[in-house]
């Protein structure tokens, strides 16, 4: 980032001329400073996150106006422009939904459901975080991507283009591809789940600055999980597998929801990452028995 120019007037021979001076650089902010300055915004971990804004910063002017960003509340991962996610680092881009940890455990169940060269699908995919951790760890699936947000295609394209993965914009599965119609093998779904009434409870940092659209599931929460568990058994390769993450008092309502989709349902729940998954498989296609 250039330094800031100040302009002053110098008169010469009776002709005035604007000729830019430069100020004096600001003194480089130091990693005690950053921290002090996170600590009295509120930041829990300041020390990890002024390690990685020193990382990230490639000057002092930068560092300085990415420090001012972050004790004005952005979320750090807007501020650095990206996440950890399964190990991986994810690229985020403002407005989109920052992946969090507790979705690890969705890839977790996923991953010991997938085969090498299977067809993944990745429904409101956002940053395209949970597709990139199974390719990164299954040789060879063939992954597919969507969501409703312009800014969330593009990020996931960001991140999964290079994979090999397609990423389509639209409605759940409005903009699929005919082809792939009952050819999923594992379907993984983090659909916003927060009741609508909860949004406003959410930390602020959510409530400000990620998508409604991302968050709010409707009354309680499952509208979107109910519109795509509806149609699931479609797109689902016979025996495949639908995963969805949802709050341990949305579980029994989700297993209800999918029995009725012709899902056969069962909860997986991880306490050490407080997260939920709801785990659906279409039934294997009916043998035909000899006559
Ligand atoms: C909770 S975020 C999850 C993002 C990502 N899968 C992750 O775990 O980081 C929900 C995502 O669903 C998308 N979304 C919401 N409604 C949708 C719909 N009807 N069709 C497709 N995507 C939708 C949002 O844009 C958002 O990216």
Redesign the pocket.
């Known amino acids: 980032m250039p330094e800031p120019v100040r302009y002053c007037r110098r008169v010469r021979d009776g002709e005035s001329t604007e000729q830019p001076r430069r100020s004096p650089p600001l003194p480089a902010l130091t990693e005690p400073d950053i921290v002090a300055r996170l600590r009295a915004a509120g930041c829990v971990f300041a020390e990890d996150e002024a390690r990685m804004l020193v990382a990230a910063a490639p000057t002092p002017a930068d560092l300085a106006a990415m420090v001012e960003r972050r004790t004005g509340g952005l979320p750090l991962e807007y501020v650095i422009g990206w996440a950890e996610f399964c190990g991986l680092r994810v690229a985020v881009d403002e407005g989109?939904?920052v992946?969090r940890h507790r979705?690890e455990f969705l890839v977790d169940r996923a991953m010991a459901l997938l085969r090498p060269g299977a067809v993944v699908l990745?429904?409101?995919?956002?940053?395209g975080?949970?597709g990139a951790a199974l390719v990164a760890a299954i040789p060879r699936i063939q992954l597919h991507a969507?969501?409703?947000?312009d800014a969330?295609v593009l990020c996931a394209r960001r991140n999964l283009a290079h994979l090999g993965a397609r990423v389509y914009h639209g409605?759940?599965y409005t903009a699929l591809p005919a082809p792939l119609c009952g050819a999923v093998d594992v379907m993984v779904a983090?659909?916003?789940y927060v009741p609508s009434a909860d949004v406003e409870m959410l930390p602020r940092e959510a409530r400000i600055y990620e998508?409604r659209?991302?968050?709010d599931g409707g009354t309680d929460g499952l509208d979107?999980l109910r519109r795509l568990a509806a149609e699931a058994v479609v797109w689902l390769a016979p025996s495949g597998h639908l995963l969805v993450e949802t709050t341990e008092r949305q579980a029994q309502t989700a297993v209800a929801i999918f029995s009725h989709d012709g899902l056969i349902p069962h909860v997986e729940r991880s306490d050490e990452l407080e997260a939920t998954v709801i785990v659906g498989t279409r039934p294997a296609a009916p043998t035909r028995s000899a006559v």
């Open positions: 989109v939904f992946p979705t990745d429904v409101c995919c956002g940053t975080a949970i969507t969501d409703i947000s969330a409605d759940l983090n659909v916003p998508a659209e991302a968050l979107v």
